[in-house]
Protein backbone atom coordinates (compact mmCIF):
# COMPACT_ATOMS: atom_id res chain seq x y z
CA UNK A 1 0.00 0.00 0.00
CA UNK A 2 0.67 3.63 -0.43
CA UNK A 3 0.21 6.09 2.44
CA UNK A 4 -0.17 9.90 2.16
CA UNK A 5 0.52 11.59 5.73
CA UNK A 6 -0.20 15.16 5.47
CA UNK A 7 1.84 17.08 8.47
CA UNK A 8 4.70 14.55 8.30
CA UNK A 9 7.33 17.28 9.63
CA UNK A 10 5.65 17.43 12.69
CA UNK A 11 5.26 15.67 16.00
CA UNK A 12 2.21 12.79 15.23
CA UNK A 13 3.22 12.58 11.45
CA UNK A 14 6.71 11.97 11.67
CA UNK A 15 6.37 9.59 14.57
CA UNK A 16 4.08 7.84 12.45
CA UNK A 17 5.84 8.35 9.34
CA UNK A 18 9.05 6.20 11.17
CA UNK A 19 6.81 3.46 12.98
CA UNK A 20 5.44 2.61 9.56
CA UNK A 21 9.08 2.75 7.53
CA UNK A 22 10.29 0.30 10.72
CA UNK A 23 7.35 -1.90 10.83
CA UNK A 24 5.79 -2.48 7.45
CA UNK A 25 6.77 -2.45 3.71
CA UNK A 26 4.58 0.11 2.82
CA UNK A 27 5.62 3.12 0.80
CA UNK A 28 5.08 6.81 2.83
CA UNK A 29 4.26 9.82 0.67
CA UNK A 30 4.59 12.92 2.64
CA UNK A 31 3.50 16.44 2.63
CA UNK A 32 4.21 19.28 4.64
CA UNK A 33 3.85 23.17 4.16
CA UNK A 34 6.84 23.21 6.86
CA UNK A 35 5.19 26.12 8.53
CA UNK A 36 5.14 24.50 11.47
CA UNK A 37 7.67 21.10 11.13
CA UNK A 38 11.39 20.99 10.18
CA UNK A 39 12.50 18.40 7.41
CA UNK A 40 14.94 17.36 9.71
CA UNK A 41 12.55 14.73 11.74
CA UNK A 42 11.05 12.97 8.10
CA UNK A 43 12.20 9.95 7.80
CA UNK A 44 14.74 8.46 5.33
CA UNK A 45 12.57 6.70 2.68
CA UNK A 46 9.41 8.89 2.92
CA UNK A 47 8.40 10.48 -0.49
CA UNK A 48 8.08 14.44 0.50
CA UNK A 49 6.83 17.03 -1.12
CA UNK A 50 6.14 20.46 0.18
CA UNK A 51 2.85 21.75 -0.80
CA UNK A 52 0.45 24.06 0.87
CA UNK A 53 -2.77 22.26 1.44
CA UNK A 54 -5.38 25.05 0.99
CA UNK A 55 -4.13 26.09 -2.83
CA UNK A 56 -2.13 23.52 -4.36
CA UNK A 57 -3.66 20.85 -6.48
CA UNK A 58 -2.83 17.24 -5.16
CA UNK A 59 -3.32 15.82 -8.45
CA UNK A 60 0.42 14.51 -9.36
CA UNK A 61 1.04 13.25 -6.09
CA UNK A 62 -2.27 11.12 -5.86
CA UNK A 63 -1.54 9.77 -9.61
CA UNK A 64 2.24 8.96 -9.36
CA UNK A 65 2.17 7.06 -5.83
CA UNK A 66 -1.58 5.45 -6.33
CA UNK A 67 -2.51 6.24 -2.68
CA UNK A 68 -4.39 3.85 -0.86
CA UNK A 69 -4.30 5.58 2.31
CA UNK A 70 -4.33 9.12 4.16
CA UNK A 71 -3.35 10.27 7.04
CA UNK A 72 -4.61 14.22 7.67
CA UNK A 73 -1.92 15.39 10.76
CA UNK A 74 -1.59 18.63 9.06
CA UNK A 75 -2.56 21.37 11.21
CA UNK A 76 -1.69 24.69 12.92
CA UNK A 77 -2.26 23.67 16.21
CA UNK A 78 -2.79 26.62 18.32
CA UNK A 79 -5.88 26.36 20.11
CA UNK A 80 -5.51 29.94 22.36
CA UNK A 81 -4.47 32.04 19.48
CA UNK A 82 -7.16 31.18 17.05
CA UNK A 83 -9.37 33.67 17.97
CA UNK A 84 -6.99 36.26 16.73
CA UNK A 85 -5.79 34.53 13.66
CA UNK A 86 -9.19 33.86 12.29
CA UNK A 87 -8.55 33.80 8.73
CA UNK A 88 -5.10 31.99 9.00
CA UNK A 89 -7.04 29.30 11.16
CA UNK A 90 -9.60 28.20 8.35
CA UNK A 91 -7.30 28.24 5.64
CA UNK A 92 -4.85 26.23 7.25
CA UNK A 93 -7.42 23.93 9.45
CA UNK A 94 -10.42 23.88 7.48
CA UNK A 95 -10.01 24.47 3.63
CA UNK A 96 -6.62 22.54 3.45
CA UNK A 97 -8.80 19.59 4.87
CA UNK A 98 -11.68 20.23 2.34
CA UNK A 99 -9.18 20.10 -0.52
CA UNK A 100 -7.68 16.94 0.88
CA UNK A 101 -11.07 15.29 1.07
CA UNK A 102 -12.08 16.30 -2.68
CA UNK A 103 -8.86 14.71 -3.82
CA UNK A 104 -9.47 11.57 -1.52
CA UNK A 105 -12.98 11.32 -3.10
CA UNK A 106 -11.56 11.74 -6.57
CA UNK A 107 -8.61 9.69 -6.37
CA UNK A 108 -10.97 6.43 -4.60
CA UNK A 109 -8.88 6.45 -1.34
CA UNK A 110 -9.51 3.39 0.68
CA UNK A 111 -9.68 5.07 4.27
CA UNK A 112 -9.34 8.60 5.27
CA UNK A 113 -7.86 8.98 8.97
CA UNK A 114 -8.62 12.42 10.20
CA UNK A 115 -6.65 13.68 13.48
CA UNK A 116 -9.51 15.90 14.71
CA UNK A 117 -9.00 16.95 18.51
CA UNK A 118 -10.39 16.97 21.81
CA UNK A 119 -11.15 21.20 21.45
CA UNK A 120 -14.58 19.82 19.56
CA UNK A 121 -16.31 19.05 22.87
CA UNK A 122 -15.89 22.69 24.38
CA UNK A 123 -16.56 23.41 27.96
CA UNK A 124 -19.95 22.55 28.97
CA UNK A 125 -19.26 19.27 29.97
CA UNK A 126 -18.27 17.67 32.84
CA UNK A 127 -14.89 15.75 31.93
CA UNK A 128 -14.46 13.24 30.71
CA UNK A 129 -15.61 13.75 27.40
CA UNK A 130 -17.11 10.73 25.66
CA UNK A 131 -17.43 10.38 21.84
CA UNK A 132 -21.63 10.65 22.15
CA UNK A 133 -21.22 13.83 22.82
CA UNK A 134 -22.54 16.90 20.95
CA UNK A 135 -19.72 18.68 19.99
CA UNK A 136 -19.83 22.33 20.98
CA UNK A 137 -16.56 23.76 20.67
CA UNK A 138 -15.42 27.64 21.91
CA UNK A 139 -12.78 28.75 19.41
CA UNK A 140 -12.04 29.02 16.14
CA UNK A 141 -9.48 25.80 16.15
CA UNK A 142 -12.53 23.62 17.24
CA UNK A 143 -14.82 24.78 15.20
CA UNK A 144 -12.65 24.27 11.90
CA UNK A 145 -11.79 20.75 13.49
CA UNK A 146 -15.56 19.80 13.33
CA UNK A 147 -16.24 21.43 10.63
CA UNK A 148 -14.22 18.82 8.98
CA UNK A 149 -15.71 16.22 11.27
CA UNK A 150 -19.22 16.89 9.56
CA UNK A 151 -17.36 17.38 5.93
CA UNK A 152 -15.97 13.69 6.09
CA UNK A 153 -19.61 12.51 7.80
CA UNK A 154 -21.30 14.08 4.22
CA UNK A 155 -17.91 12.88 2.13
CA UNK A 156 -19.12 9.16 3.01
CA UNK A 157 -23.02 9.68 3.17
CA UNK A 158 -22.53 11.26 -0.92
CA UNK A 159 -19.29 9.50 -2.28
CA UNK A 160 -18.64 6.32 -0.04
CA UNK A 161 -15.55 7.79 1.32
CA UNK A 162 -13.99 5.51 4.02
CA UNK A 163 -13.14 7.33 7.20
CA UNK A 164 -12.52 7.39 10.63
CA UNK A 165 -12.05 10.04 13.17
CA UNK A 166 -9.63 10.01 15.81
CA UNK A 167 -9.84 13.14 18.08
CA UNK A 168 -6.22 12.87 19.93
CA UNK A 169 -5.69 15.15 23.26
CA UNK A 170 -2.45 16.61 24.50
CA UNK A 171 0.12 14.54 22.61
CA UNK A 172 4.15 15.47 23.40
CA UNK A 173 7.13 14.02 22.69
CA UNK A 174 10.17 13.90 20.34
CA UNK A 175 9.90 15.85 17.10
CA UNK A 176 7.57 18.27 18.87
CA UNK A 177 7.93 22.04 17.71
CA UNK A 178 8.95 23.62 21.13
CA UNK A 179 9.96 26.69 19.67
CA UNK A 180 6.26 27.74 18.85
CA UNK A 181 5.04 29.40 22.25
CA UNK A 182 1.17 28.81 21.15
CA UNK A 183 1.49 25.01 20.70
CA UNK A 184 1.51 21.95 23.73
CA UNK A 185 2.06 23.57 27.17
CA UNK A 186 4.98 20.77 27.79
CA UNK A 187 7.15 21.83 24.75
CA UNK A 188 6.74 25.70 25.78
CA UNK A 189 7.70 24.61 29.48
CA UNK A 190 11.05 22.69 27.90
CA UNK A 191 11.95 25.34 25.75
CA UNK A 192 11.49 28.28 28.59
CA UNK A 193 13.67 25.70 30.85
CA UNK A 194 16.52 25.15 28.21
CA UNK A 195 16.59 28.83 27.57
CA UNK A 196 17.11 29.56 31.18
CA UNK A 197 13.34 30.93 31.81
CA UNK A 198 11.07 29.96 34.61
CA UNK A 199 7.83 27.93 33.25
CA UNK A 200 5.11 30.01 33.10
CA UNK A 201 1.73 28.95 34.73
CA UNK A 202 -1.44 30.68 33.97
CA UNK A 203 -3.56 30.41 37.21
CA UNK A 204 -3.14 28.45 40.35
CA UNK A 205 -2.33 25.23 38.22
CA UNK A 206 -5.05 23.29 39.23
CA UNK A 207 -6.40 22.67 35.73
CA UNK A 208 -6.67 18.85 34.84
CA UNK A 209 -5.41 17.89 32.02
CA UNK A 210 -4.40 14.13 30.73
CA UNK A 211 -1.03 13.87 28.57
CA UNK A 212 0.31 11.28 26.08
CA UNK A 213 3.11 10.30 24.60
CA UNK A 214 2.59 10.15 20.93
CA UNK A 215 4.54 6.95 20.39
CA UNK A 216 1.42 5.04 23.00
CA UNK A 217 -0.60 6.23 19.86
CA UNK A 218 1.28 4.83 16.71
CA UNK A 219 -0.52 1.42 16.89
CA UNK A 220 -3.71 3.07 17.56
CA UNK A 221 -3.40 4.97 14.58
CA UNK A 222 -2.06 2.38 12.04
CA UNK A 223 -4.95 0.49 13.44
CA UNK A 224 -7.77 3.11 12.55
CA UNK A 225 -6.61 2.55 8.90
CA UNK A 226 -6.69 -1.21 8.53
CA UNK A 227 -9.69 -2.43 10.62
CA UNK A 228 -13.06 -2.17 8.67
CA UNK A 229 -15.08 -1.59 11.94
CA UNK A 230 -13.34 1.77 12.62
CA UNK A 231 -14.80 2.99 9.58
CA UNK A 232 -17.46 5.86 10.38
CA UNK A 233 -16.28 6.18 13.94
CA UNK A 234 -15.67 8.59 16.10
CA UNK A 235 -12.68 7.49 18.29
CA UNK A 236 -10.62 9.71 21.44
CA UNK A 237 -6.94 9.04 21.75
CA UNK A 238 -4.68 9.80 24.65
CA UNK A 239 -3.79 9.42 27.86
CA UNK A 240 -5.93 7.91 30.63
CA UNK A 241 -4.20 9.29 33.63
CA UNK A 242 -5.38 12.69 34.50
CA UNK A 243 -2.75 15.33 36.17
CA UNK A 244 -2.75 19.11 37.55
CA UNK A 245 -0.54 21.35 35.22
CA UNK A 246 1.37 22.24 38.70
CA UNK A 247 1.81 18.77 38.83
CA UNK A 248 2.88 18.08 35.22
CA UNK A 249 4.96 21.44 35.71
CA UNK A 250 6.93 19.78 38.85
CA UNK A 251 7.24 16.65 36.70
CA UNK A 252 9.35 18.30 34.31
CA UNK A 253 11.35 20.03 36.70
CA UNK A 254 12.53 17.26 38.54
CA UNK A 255 12.93 15.34 34.80
CA UNK A 256 15.69 18.61 34.27
CA UNK A 257 16.91 18.94 37.33
CA UNK A 258 16.97 22.91 37.14
CA UNK A 259 16.63 24.87 40.26
CA UNK A 260 14.21 26.89 38.42
CA UNK A 261 10.35 27.62 40.13
CA UNK A 262 7.16 28.23 38.09
CA UNK A 263 5.95 31.59 37.90
CA UNK A 264 2.12 31.98 37.73
CA UNK A 265 0.33 34.75 35.76
CA UNK A 266 -3.32 35.59 35.64
CA UNK A 267 -5.40 32.94 34.76
CA UNK A 268 -7.26 32.87 31.27
CA UNK A 269 -9.78 31.44 29.13
CA UNK A 270 -9.67 28.05 28.76
CA UNK A 271 -11.40 25.20 30.28
CA UNK A 272 -10.15 24.33 33.80
CA UNK A 273 -10.51 20.35 33.93
CA UNK A 274 -10.38 18.74 30.30
CA UNK A 275 -9.77 15.44 29.43
CA UNK A 276 -11.30 12.63 27.55
CA UNK A 277 -12.98 8.64 27.51
CA UNK A 278 -9.87 5.92 26.06
CA UNK A 279 -11.78 2.78 26.73
CA UNK A 280 -13.27 2.61 22.67
CA UNK A 281 -9.65 3.21 21.93
CA UNK A 282 -8.49 0.46 23.80
CA UNK A 283 -11.51 -1.64 22.45
CA UNK A 284 -10.98 -0.78 18.54
CA UNK A 285 -7.62 0.28 18.25
CA UNK A 286 -5.84 -1.55 20.73
CA UNK A 287 -4.81 1.42 22.53
CA UNK A 288 -1.97 0.85 25.35
CA UNK A 289 -1.05 3.44 28.05
CA UNK A 290 2.41 2.42 28.01
CA UNK A 291 4.21 5.72 28.99
CA UNK A 292 4.44 7.40 32.40
CA UNK A 293 4.49 11.16 32.17
CA UNK A 294 7.77 11.04 34.05
CA UNK A 295 9.32 8.75 31.70
CA UNK A 296 7.69 10.38 28.35
CA UNK A 297 9.37 13.69 29.44
CA UNK A 298 12.45 12.06 29.86
CA UNK A 299 12.95 10.84 26.74
CA UNK A 300 11.60 14.34 25.07
CA UNK A 301 13.77 15.97 27.24
CA UNK A 302 17.05 14.08 26.06
CA UNK A 303 15.91 14.54 22.18
CA UNK A 304 15.46 18.44 23.10
CA UNK A 305 19.03 18.97 24.87
CA UNK A 306 20.74 16.47 22.43
CA UNK A 307 18.90 16.39 18.73
CA UNK A 308 21.45 13.90 17.30
CA UNK A 309 20.08 11.54 20.04
CA UNK A 310 16.78 10.34 18.12
CA UNK A 311 18.19 10.32 14.70
CA UNK A 312 21.40 8.27 15.76
CA UNK A 313 19.18 5.83 18.05
CA UNK A 314 16.26 5.39 15.99
CA UNK A 315 17.78 4.35 12.56
CA UNK A 316 17.02 7.40 10.81
CA UNK A 317 20.20 7.25 9.28
CA UNK A 318 22.34 4.08 8.45
CA UNK A 319 24.58 4.93 11.13
CA UNK A 320 25.73 7.55 13.69
CA UNK A 321 29.63 8.81 13.82
CA UNK A 322 32.19 6.78 15.63
CA UNK A 323 32.44 9.89 18.28
CA UNK A 324 30.33 13.34 18.07
CA UNK A 325 31.39 15.97 21.11
CA UNK A 326 30.25 18.92 22.07
CA UNK A 327 32.13 21.93 21.79
CA UNK A 328 31.00 23.52 25.21
CA UNK A 329 31.66 27.85 24.15
CA UNK A 330 29.93 30.72 25.58
CA UNK A 331 30.08 32.26 22.00
CA UNK A 332 28.45 29.55 19.93
CA UNK A 333 26.00 28.26 23.35
CA UNK A 334 24.83 31.54 22.79
CA UNK A 335 24.40 32.19 19.58
CA UNK A 336 20.90 32.21 18.43
CA UNK A 337 19.74 32.77 14.55
CA UNK A 338 18.15 36.06 13.15
CA UNK A 339 14.80 35.85 11.90
CA UNK A 340 12.21 33.20 11.38
CA UNK A 341 14.22 29.50 10.72
CA UNK A 342 16.70 31.45 8.89
CA UNK A 343 20.20 33.44 9.87
CA UNK A 344 22.70 35.97 9.03
CA UNK A 345 25.66 34.54 6.82
CA UNK A 346 27.71 37.24 7.48
CA UNK A 347 27.24 36.45 11.21
CA UNK A 348 27.58 33.10 11.08
CA UNK A 349 30.56 33.18 9.15
CA UNK A 350 32.47 35.15 11.91
CA UNK A 351 31.08 32.44 14.65
CA UNK A 352 32.60 29.53 12.37
CA UNK A 353 35.97 31.79 12.27
CA UNK A 354 35.65 31.99 16.15
CA UNK A 355 35.29 28.20 16.66
CA UNK A 356 38.12 27.42 14.00
CA UNK A 357 40.77 29.78 15.72
CA UNK A 358 39.49 28.09 19.53
CA UNK A 359 39.26 24.57 18.48
CA UNK A 360 42.19 24.10 16.04
CA UNK A 361 41.94 20.40 16.27
CA UNK A 362 38.54 19.95 16.23
CA UNK A 363 36.68 19.06 13.04
CA UNK A 364 33.70 21.30 13.29
CA UNK A 365 30.86 20.65 11.60
CA UNK A 366 27.74 22.35 11.39
CA UNK A 367 24.51 20.13 12.83
CA UNK A 368 21.43 20.58 10.94
CA UNK A 369 18.59 20.04 13.61
CA UNK A 370 20.10 22.77 15.83
CA UNK A 371 19.71 25.82 13.00
CA UNK A 372 15.92 25.74 12.21
CA UNK A 373 14.64 28.00 14.11
CA UNK A 374 14.78 31.71 15.84
CA UNK A 375 16.04 30.93 19.44
CA UNK A 376 16.27 27.24 19.04
CA UNK A 377 17.41 26.12 22.15
CA UNK A 378 20.81 23.86 21.71
CA UNK A 379 23.01 25.49 19.15
CA UNK A 380 25.90 24.25 19.35
CA UNK A 381 28.35 22.79 16.76
CA UNK A 382 29.48 19.40 17.36
CA UNK A 383 32.54 17.89 16.51
CA UNK A 384 33.35 14.60 14.50
CA UNK A 385 35.89 12.14 13.62
CA UNK A 386 34.46 10.04 11.22
CA UNK A 387 31.65 10.14 8.09
CA UNK A 388 32.64 6.71 6.48
CA UNK A 389 29.92 5.21 8.43
CA UNK A 390 27.42 7.33 6.18
CA UNK A 391 29.35 6.46 2.80
CA UNK A 392 30.68 9.41 2.22
CA UNK A 393 34.86 10.46 1.52
CA UNK A 394 35.32 13.83 3.64
CA UNK A 395 37.82 15.87 1.90
CA UNK A 396 39.09 19.23 2.45
CA UNK A 397 36.87 21.82 1.18
CA UNK A 398 33.85 19.95 0.90
CA UNK A 399 30.49 20.62 1.97
CA UNK A 400 28.26 18.02 3.10
CA UNK A 401 24.43 17.34 2.77
CA UNK A 402 22.77 15.06 5.37
CA UNK A 403 19.37 15.30 4.13
CA UNK A 404 19.46 13.83 0.58
CA UNK A 405 18.24 10.44 0.86
CA UNK A 406 18.79 7.66 3.06
CA UNK A 407 23.20 8.48 3.16
CA UNK A 408 25.20 11.75 3.20
CA UNK A 409 26.19 13.05 0.17
CA UNK A 410 29.24 15.96 -0.72
CA UNK A 411 28.66 18.88 -2.91
CA UNK A 412 31.58 19.78 -5.88
CA UNK A 413 30.10 22.79 -6.93
CA UNK A 414 30.14 25.17 -3.46
CA UNK A 415 33.20 26.58 -1.99
CA UNK A 416 32.00 27.87 1.14
CA UNK A 417 29.12 27.73 3.55
CA UNK A 418 27.68 31.07 2.64
CA UNK A 419 27.66 29.25 -1.37
CA UNK A 420 26.07 26.28 0.12
CA UNK A 421 23.86 28.25 1.90
CA UNK A 422 22.33 30.44 -0.24
CA UNK A 423 21.25 27.78 -2.50
CA UNK A 424 18.59 26.92 -0.07
CA UNK A 425 15.42 27.85 -0.18
CA UNK A 426 14.51 30.58 1.76
CA UNK A 427 12.78 29.95 5.75
CA UNK A 428 14.86 26.22 5.48
CA UNK A 429 17.17 26.21 8.22
CA UNK A 430 20.97 25.23 8.17
CA UNK A 431 21.43 21.77 6.59
CA UNK A 432 24.59 21.98 5.69
CA UNK A 433 27.51 20.01 7.36
CA UNK A 434 31.05 21.56 5.78
CA UNK A 435 34.73 20.05 6.34
CA UNK A 436 36.82 23.30 5.38
CA UNK A 437 40.67 23.42 4.82
CA UNK A 438 41.21 25.87 7.82
CA UNK A 439 39.77 22.46 9.96
CA UNK A 440 42.39 19.82 10.76
CA UNK A 441 40.29 17.07 9.92
CA UNK A 442 41.29 13.61 10.36
CA UNK A 443 38.90 10.94 7.95
Avoid at 89 to 111: E, G, W
Avoid at 164 to 178: A, D, L, S, W
Avoid at 248 to 254: F, Q, V
Wanted: aromatic fraction near 12%; include cysteine.
Amino acid sequence: MNVLITGVAGLLGSRLANWIKKNTEHTVVGIDDMSGGYEENIPSGVRFYRENLSVDNLDGIFEEHKIDIIYHFAAYAAEGLSPFIRKYNYQNNLLASTNLINHAIKHDIQRFVFASSMSVYGNIYNPPFSEDLQPRPIDPYGIAKYAVEQDLRVAYEQHKLPYTIVRPHNFYGRNQNIWDKYRNVLGIWMWQIINGYSPTIFGDGSQVRAFSYVDDSLVPFWNASQKDECVGEIINLGGIHEVSIQKACDTLLKVTGTDLLPEHHEMRHEAHYAYSTWDKSVRMLDFEHKTSLEDGLTKMWEWAINPDYILYNEGMFPSGPESTTNVDSDFVKNYTLDGNRGFDYKELQDVISDAQKEYKDTKIMLNPMEYTSLDAPTNYYHGCNNFSDFGVEVEEGDLIFPYEGDVFHHEDDADTIEEACKKLEPNQGLKTRCADELYDTKI
